[in-house]
């Protein structure tokens, strides 16, 4: 009975829930309805935890938003009871019990099983953990039964307190031994646990069931003002209405008890006393819904919770979801206070269940209700802390908005349809839900491409219809409903552009209609402009455009190419066929699938590789995903169909149907697939392979989507009535599982309800009985929903099954109709069907009670005989035979007359056998007939043969089509002409039959060499074809290097690129060879690649995919393989070199600023001998001498001019830091040769280079690092060695100088002492705060001019202008004193700064800035007066529409503010600016910067008033020569809005 002892076991099955770890989000199973405790929250605060069908969900409510914590899986019925333990130190405990009679306690934190009992032998119906008692777990059931269970002795005790059902039960928090329990009708007893069968009090007053029981918080019973008259009548009487009163009881102190009924009372009762002290009557509130029938009783549950703490205050539920708070001390008209001041907080259906936690000296109260929602209030306060929505249903459908980023759609089997705001920041669970006019289960959604809210969804009851989710949370519009209705399930809904009739190119039409599939095979095409109008059969436009007779197959699923321009339809027998718009013309059909299509996606259209649009993946019933590249059936001329058989990827792995596909929209190639062996999968489509599987559901997947906004977050639905968003990154498991770890997903899985087969169909009447437990269950009001969610598979699953399972023959049919659920039911959880298999045998082997005639005997049985008739004949009875005697004697006398005897044989055919040879040919015809009409054409032509007629043997079998090797053998006999005749019909009756090799072996038998390559090779039977033409054909024939051409196309396009490339050498073509190797781009590939093409003589080509292999290797830090590839080029020596430097410079930085993280793959270094005290340069320059060999000047200026040839794109912020690094180790390789070859001149602009790239890359930490390694010591030294009269020299060293001081200045900004701090935080100067540091980086560091970013960045610059942390009050002496050496070194480095305070720089960039904003809005007013126009030409014809288009675009020309320059409007008005006069102030602006000398353009430059805002915040460590210069400068060229705004404090 118990299971302590196998806790080990228990908990390893407990811990399933735990899977739900990897989920980062969750819409979790709604709350379980009816049930007096199935909700209860941890004392610490940090659990909540509901009944959610056969589980137990758990919310982490420990911070301000709740989050799905995990499940607690092992009931196999619905839970019925939940509570915590509330005793200290025992916090995560936690019991459940369910409808199969058990009672588990579970570990919270650990989601595991801790032990279980099941002493009940009926249903349970109430639980309660005691306050007191750290191991009691108290139960009821509807007998009356209670069982108190002390789980860590293993003990129990049993007692019947009252023979009736029980319907709650609560245990004292004052007295360790009492005990309320209520009943079904509306009885409440108090007992005495250790006084076995003892009842204290019988409370009597309520006369219908009891919801809720709550003892007051409080011990005592104080006499409140407002109770004194009730209380005084009550000692009157003198005694107690509701049973004995003990004596020892009335001693005690004792304590008030509260009870809420389905009467509409609450009451309160006195435990000392026995009676009732006071009644609440629930106030009337306003009906949802209008008036309710008056002969209908309203539904309510009153469920009360007296919050810890407040003996004068009780909340309870009321009519319609409102939950009340009571104030006991009010006398007379009982006052009440309505929860959720504002519209939408209350719930809006009824309460069941309320429990609180008492957090930071604030209650948190926690409702569960019928509206599906799980809400936390916040009592001191009285307002909704935050709502969690759950589900009612499975999920079957899941769709992002395309317009609405990050808005989700779920489609749920409860009769609604939520739409989560993924992206709200204030509310993670932001969810909307639509119900109005949908009555049933929701199993398809489609959003509208482009019109925001619009949003098409599918039943299961076959309606389609449109919801405009836009419209107001509390006033919801009914959805536009089609008059078409489909007579199944709907199974997909599609927008997409509009085909005949609706595309007829006359008058207004919707430039995108809606396309509906559903379970009876027809996809109809609605117009929403019009969905009271009938909808159009798709299929009768395609058999019209295509000329189709015959029926087309049943279609299951439907998917328009994102462009618009291809249709894919899906049918029931697993082919595809892909029509192109508008007309729907066959291109092609897919002949991959052998079973119903589920799902179909096409690969997004914004990939940098456009190939990829023309993929089309498809998922079946079978587990295997097939991808198809549609590019060269669009592409071809071809006018007839065609039909594709091989697949261009497949993905296999998954044990299950397939049922929803979604493709990555931030990679290419990237694809997930939902299944029902409960997982979800990513899959690399171009390489084939597995890369994540997600196992966090407890149930089969039924959909899912890709987020459109991370690239890391999946959205999936499953039949656990739950929809999970999980990270991709962080699932443990890379495939689907197979073998032990299928079967237990199968075993967490069948902890679900048990699903019950159905053996026959039973009256409907029969499912009654269940009303009551179903209803309790979180599905829908109606019974029927219930079970059709709980006890087998949704009708949409049914359908499709049903489908499949249709066979032509009448047994099977009736056979997989009576077991067809039950069968897929098994099928999909991986258990035998015995039933089906047996009752399917036992109708094929039954043989049929009437025997069939001897004709159709003779025709089934192979005859003994080649002339069986004859045979037959001669076997009769003895009185027929001495006949054929006498008639042969009289044949034979005729004969001896002359005379024709064939007439006397006309019904004696056997006797031709003993008569002339007429007689004979005639009883050879009568038997190769009926050898014929038996379909023995052997025997026909062996008998044919004999006659002699074997030309007319051949010609008859290739007739037929019944040409055989024996026939072709024997064919020589006719003749030369005959054999080759015969040998051509039997090659093409082998083709028909697919036998190609074959059928090009008899080919060669008649020397058509040539005719037999072509076959095979039109066949693709190409290494045949080569053997045969290698062996047979000259070897200079063309037809050799075609047939390798065209395998090797072939192969390429499937991804064989070793054997491609040898075909191509093959061909004597090894440059194509060398390219298709190299196609794969991994290292390995162009290694080989690069080695192939030098031994072909290929030079060129392979030092270029040398140079690639190597960059790969450095990429992946690999230095000495990368050598090793390089130093086979001469070419290539210059590469060497910057490879070697790039190396030196790793080390270097690295050595410098450790990194902590461990890489997956150390990187691989030369061990060279460095010189360390060295100059980088000079360490450089060493290596290169001593491994390299650049040891003369000559070898140096060859690899220079090397390198001067090769030019790198300039850098961006979006440039890869390892590109950065690369590109930067080029210049600085140019600059190390020049250094070795003294050519200074040179090197400074190669350093520079080197610097600026790091600045333009927005990598500030890389371009300080660079300078202190190449120009520890500034630039003094290497201005001394340039030449004074090389003035771009020394405008270069200028630039480099400057950007050198740049760096310093940061430094010394960001390394300010702290006494300086504290001055300038007491008023003395202000001081940049690290967001307004950050943000001139952004700005200017990167090299971001537009003036979006500078007013972005003005903002924050302002408004955190003053936001400083706190200064420690008291420091040492020694640390605040600033020592005069290190002072006179930060003021030597500031007077250095002169260098950045150019007064023509800050003119050339002030300017530089101007002609940038007047672009920016330019190209502003262009790109919106083009997209009004635009919206005008669509929306209006007329020359009236057209004058007003003119009005608005001039008026929309006068606007001088674009979007991103409305903020400066806000503070500054000014006067329209024309079109002209921007043209105007462009044409000045470019005029005074061609004013600028050239040698100021030339190199680039820090931005000089950034560096006088670093100036000016240093403050008072700033000389005054210097703050005052950079104020003449910020006044003089800050005219732009970011440097006014950054400025205003110091200008003012």
């Not at 491409?449 to 009851?461: H, Q, R, V, Y």
């Amino acid at each position: 009975m118990f299971r302590d002892g196998a806790r080990g076991a228990w908990r390893q099955r407990g811990k399933q829930g735990g899977m739900a770890m990897a989920t980062a989000r969750a819409l979790p199973a709604s709350p379980n309805w009816y049930c007096s405790r199935c909700s209860d929250a941890s004392s610490d605060g940090r659990f909540f935890g509901f009944a959610a069908r056969s589980r137990v969900c758990l919310l982490d409510v420990s911070a301000a938003a709740p989050a799905f914590r995990g499940e607690l899986i092992g009931h196999t019925e619905r839970v019925s009871g939940f509570t915590f333990c509330h005793c200290p130190g025992q916090s995560s405990l936690c019991a459940s019990s369910a409808d199969d009679g058990s009672v588990r306690i579970w570990d919270a934190a650990e989601l595991a099983l801790v032990a279980e009992h099941s002493l009940h032998q009926n249903t349970i119906s109430a639980l309660h953990w005691s306050p007191l008692v750290k191991d009691l777990i108290i139960s009821g059931d509807e007998k009356g039964v209670v069982v108190c269970y002390w789980h860590n002795r293993s003990d129990s005790q049993q007692f019947l307190p009252e023979p009736r059902t029980i319907f709650c039960l609560t245990c004292s928090p004052h007295h360790e031994n009492l005990v309320a329990i209520g009943y079904k009708d509306g009885m409440v007893v108090v007992i005495d646990i250790s006084r076995k069968k003892e009842v204290i009090h019988r409370l009597r007053g309520h006369d219908d069931e009891i919801h809720s029981l709550a003892w007051c918080p409080v011990p005592g019973e104080e006499r409140l003002p407002a109770w004194q008259d009730e209380l005084q009548v009550s000692s009157e009487e003198g005694k107690v209405p509701n049973g004995e009163l003990k004596q020892d009881t009335a001693t005690k102190k004792g304590c008030y008890l509260a009870s809420g009924s389905k009467d509409q009372t609450i009451r309160i009762w006195s435990c000392t006393r026995g009676r009732s002290v006071t009644t609440l009557k629930l106030p009337p509130m306003k009906r949802r819904g209008g008036a309710v029938d008056p002969a209908v009783k309203e539904r309510i549950w009153l469920t009360v919770h007296w919050p810890s703490g407040h003996s004068t205050e009780i909340v309870s539920s009321s009519f319609g979801g409102e939950l009340l708070l009571w104030d006991l001390t009010q006398s007379g008209k009982r006052k009440w206070t309505l929860l959720g001041s504002s519209e939408g907080q209350n719930h809006s259906r009824i309460v069941f269940n309320l429990s609180s936690v008492t957090r930071q000296d604030k209650e948190l109260l926690f409702s569960i209700s019928m509206d599906r929602d799980v809400k936390c209030w916040d009592l001191s306060t009285l307002e909704c802390s935050w709502t969690m929505p759950s589900l009612g249903g499975f999920v079957y459908s899941l769709a992002f908005s395309p317009v609405d980023t990050g808005c989700l759609a779920v489609g749920v089997g409860d009769s609604m349809i939520r739409v989560w705001n993924t992206l709200s920041m204030n509310n993670i669970y932001d969810v909307k839900t639509f119900w109005q006019s949908i009555k049933s289960k929701v199993t398809a959604l489609a959003w509208h491409p482009a019109k925001e809210g619009c949003l098409a969804f599918g039943t299961d009851d076959g309606k389609v219809g449109i919801f405009d989710t836009f419209s107001s949370s509390t006033k919801n519009k009914p959805p536009q409903i089609s008059s078409t209705y489909h007579k199944k399930t709907v199974y997909t809904l599609a927008w997409g552009p509009p085909t005949p009739p609706l595309f007829s190119g006359e008058g207004e039409q919707p430039s995108v209609t809606l396309y509906s599939c559903a379970g009876e095979g027809i996809v109809f095409q609605h117009n929403p402009w019009k969905l009271n109008g009938e909808a159009n059969d798709i299929n009768k436009i395609i058999q019209d455009t295509n000329s189709i007779k015959h029926k087309l197959p049943a279609r299951t699923e439907i998917s328009w190419k994102p462009d618009g321009k291809l249709l894919a339809l899906g049918n029931e027998d697993g082919s595809i066929e892909i029509f192109q718009a508008p007309n729907l013309k066959l291109l092609c059909t897919i002949q991959q699938h052998h079973k119903l299509i589920n799902a179909i996606r096409w690969h997004h259209e914004h990939g940098s590789q456009p190939e990829l649009s023309y993929l089309i993946a498809s998922g079946s019933i079978n587990a295997t995903i097939y991808v198809h590249n549609l590019k060269s059936v669009v592409e071809s001329t071809s006018e007839s169909p065609l039909t594709i058989t091989e697949p261009f990827r497949t993905l296999a792995g998954h044990t299950a149907k397939i049922t929803s596909l979604s493709w990555s929209p931030h990679h290419e190639g990237r694809l997930v697939s939902a299944c029902y062996d409960g997982t979800a999968q990513v899959w690399d489509i171009m390489k084939e392979e597995p890369l994540y599987n997600y196992r966090g559901h407890h149930g089969r997947l039924l959909s899912v989507q890709w987020s459109p906004v991370d690239p890391d977050a999946v959205y999936t639905g499953a039949d656990d009535f739950s929809v999970h968003k999980w990270h991709i990154s962080k699932q443990e498991h890379t495939r689907p599982p197979h073998g032990r770890k299928s079967i237990e997903l199968e075993k967490k899985r069948s902890m679900q309800p048990k699903v019950k087969a159905k053996k026959k169909k039973k009256p409907i009447g029969k499912s009654q009985g269940n009303q009551d437990s179903s209803n309790a269950m979180n599905g829908d009001e109606s019974t029927k929903e219930t079970l059709l969610e709980e006890n087998g598979v949704s009708d949409l699953e049914g359908e499709k099954e049903a489908q499949e399972a249709e066979l032509p023959d009448k047994v099977s049919v009736t056979v997989s109709k009576d077991a067809s659920s039950s069968a897929n039911d098994y099928s999909s959880f991986g258990l035998p069907k015995p039933f089906v298999t047996q009752k399917a045998a036992s109708v094929e082997k039954d043989p049929p009670k009437e025997k069939p005639t001897s004709d159709a005997t003779l025709k089934k049985r192979k005859p003994r005989s080649i002339l069986p008739l004859s045979t037959f004949m001669d076997h009769r009875s003895k009185d027929e035979l001495h006949q054929d005697c006498l008639t042969l004697a009289t044949c034979l006398k005729t004969k001896d007359n002359n005379e024709d005897m064939s007439p006397d044989l006309k019904d004696c055919i056997h006797l031709g056998l003993f008569a002339d040879r007429a007689s004979v040919h005639k009883m050879i015809d009568v038997e190769g007939k009926h050898h014929l009409e038996n379909g023995h054409p052997e025997l026909f032509q062996q008998l044919v043969l004999w006659k002699g007629d074997m030309k007319g043997v051949l010609q008859a079998a290739a007739e037929r089509g019944e040409l055989t090797d024996q026939l072709v053998a024997i064919s020589p006999m006719v003749g030369y002409q005959a054999w080759v005749w015969t040998v051509e019909a039997f090659v093409k009756q082998l083709c028909f039959q697919e036998q190609y090799v074959k059928a090009a072996s008899h080919l060669l038998s008649i020397h058509k060499v040539y005719e037999a390559v072509e076959l095979l090779k039109v066949n693709h039977f190409y290494r045949e074809a080569i053997v045969i033409a290698k062996a047979r054909l000259r070897p200079e024939d063309p037809i050799l290097k075609d047939l390798y051409t065209s395998w090797a196309a072939l192969l390429e396009k499937d991804g064989h690129y070793s054997m491609a490339a040898k075909c191509y050498l093959g061909a004597s073509s090894p440059y194509d060879a060398v390219k298709v190797l190299a196609k794969k781009g991994d290292v390995t590939s162009l290694k080989t690649a690069a080695e192939l093409a030098l031994i072909s003589g290929e030079e060129e080509l392979s030092a270029t995919l040398s140079f690639r292999c190597a960059q790969d290797l450095l990429m992946s830090r690999n230095w000495v393989e990368a050598q090793e590839v390089l130093q086979r080029h001469k070419t290539l020596f210059g590469q060497r070199l910057v490879f070697c430097l790039n190396e030196l410079l790793c080390k270097c930085l690295s050595e410098r600023k450790p990194c902590n993280r461990k890489r997956p793959v150390p990187p691989c270094y030369h061990s060279w001998t460095v010189n360390r005290k060295a100059s980088f340069f000079d360490m450089v320059v060493e290596v290169w001498q001593s491994v390299m060999g650049v040891d003369t000047t000559e070898k140096a200026t060859c690899a220079k001019e090397q390198l001067r040839s090769i030019e790198h794109p300039p850098s961006t912020s979006n440039t890869r830091p390892k590109q950065v690094l690369f590109h930067l180790s080029h210049d600085l390789t140019l600059a190390a040769l020049d250094y070795q070859t003294a050519t200074w001149d040179e090197a400074v602009k190669s350093i520079l280079g080197a610097v600026t790239r790091c600045y333009d890359a927005g990598n500030f930490f890389l371009m300080q690092e660079i300078r202190s390694i190449i120009l520890p010591e500034g630039c003094d030294k290497l201005r001394h060695k340039l030449d004074s009269t090389n003035s771009q020299s020394m405008d270069a060293c200028r630039s480099l100088e400057a950007f050198v001081v740049y760096g310093l200045l940061y430094e010394l900004w960001w390394n300010l002492p702290k006494d300086s701090l504290a001055l300038q935080k007491a008023g003395l100067d202000p001081v940049l705060c690290s967001s307004e540091q950050k943000a001139l980086e952004k700005s200017d560091v990167s090299g971001q001019s537009s003036e979006e970013t500078a007013d972005q960045t003005a903002v924050e610059m302002d408004e955190n202008l003053c936001s400083t942390t706190e200064v420690p009050k008291c420091e040492t002496e020694g640390d605040s004193r600033i020592s005069s050496v290190d002072l006179a070194d930060r003021q030597s480095k500031l007077n250095g700064c002169k260098v950045l305070l150019s007064e023509e720089i800050a003119a050339l960039q002030n300017t530089q800035r101007d002609i940038a904003e007047v672009q920016q809005i330019l190209a502003d007013m262009i790109r919106r007066h083009q997209q009004q126009r635009n919206n005008l030409q669509e929306n209006t014809n007329g020359s009236t529409q057209e004058s007003n288009m003119q009005q608005n675009s001039e008026t929309e020309s006068d606007k001088p503010c674009s979007d991103s320059t409305q903020m400066n409007c806000k503070h500054e008005v000014k006067e329209p600016i024309t079109l002209p006069e921007l043209t105007q102030q462009l044409l000045k602006a470019k005029q005074k910067l061609a004013e600028f000398p050239d040698n100021l353009k030339v190199f680039p430059f820090p931005d000089v008033l950034e560096c006088c805002l670093v100036l000016l915040h240093i403050g008072s460590l700033c000389p005054p020569e210097l703050h005052k210069q950079a104020l003449d400068l910020l006044r003089k060229h800050g005219s732009s809005n970011i440097y006014e705004k950054a400025g205003r404090r110091f200008l003012t």
